[in-house]
Each structure stands twice: as C-alpha cells, then as structure tokens.
C-alpha cells in the first residue's frame, strides 16, 4: 500500500509518506509533519484516484495524519 502512496506523489512529498493503508473504504496516510500534510492535501483526490485503480477497489476518502518520524534502525 505504502508503495502505491509514494508512486503517486511528486518525489520530495513521497519521501514524507510514512505510512498508508485502507479500512472500510478509507485510505489514511501518514506524513512526517504538519507542512507536508498540507501539501498532501491538495493532492488528495488524484492519489485516492491511482491508489483505487491501481487495487482496483473503490476508496471512498482520504484521510491524512501527522505521525511522527520512524527513526533509523
């Protein structure tokens, strides 16, 4: 799911997407701060658009949180 988030976005907001997946027709996506959740907003449409075609599922919303940053292992 993450993959198909980031394959979506322009690379540099890509980066920021920490986390995706989809329940009940929600697709919620994780960014690493408040500025690029944002961003992220804008392109929301679009991405709910190629994730739903790409899984071939209808997605009804796109939800976006701040989460914070996983740190290096």
Excluded: C, D
């Excluded at 799911?1 to 995706?20: E, G, N, Q």
């Excluded at 709910?48 to 292992?73: E, F, N, Y």
Aim: glycine fraction near 8%; aromatic fraction near 2%.
């Amino acid at each position: 799911m993450l993959v198909l988030v980031r394959a979506a976005l322009p690379p540099r907001l890509a980066t920021a997407v920490m986390s995706a997946g989809i329940e009940q027709g929600r697709l919620t996506i994780g960014v690493a701060g408040a500025a690029w959740a944002s961003r992220l907003r804008y392109l929301t449409e679009s991405v709910r658009k190629r994730v739903g075609t790409s899984l071939g599922i209808a997605i009804l919303s796109v939800r976006v949180r701040v989460v914070p940053p996983v740190p290096p292992a």
